[in-house]
């Protein structure tokens, strides 16, 4: 009989974003795609151009919120 072969695949329990992140980023890549999304404090910055920024922004949004989003690399 063949033996059965084990999984070094680590299954995550659960999703690492929640659907509430995911929201607020989609919210946040339609304001960059309008030109209206800002970044700084307050949104006294400059107007973000770059995807990459806005997912950040979305992100920390989400964060603010509650919503399920994994901590900060530093």
Do not use: D, F, N, W
Request: hydrophobic content about 25%.
């Amino acid at each position: 009989m063949p033996t059965k072969k084990s999984s070094t695949k680590r299954k995550s329990p659960s999703h690492k974003y929640g659907p509430a992140a995911a929201k607020s980023v989609e919210r946040a890549m339609h304001r960059e795609k309008r030109g209206t999304l800002k970044s700084g404090k307050g949104g006294k910055g400059g107007t973000v151009t770059s995807r990459k920024q806005a997912i950040a922004i979305g992100l920390s949004e989400a964060r603010k919120k509650g919503a399920k989003v994994p901590k900060k690399k530093s």
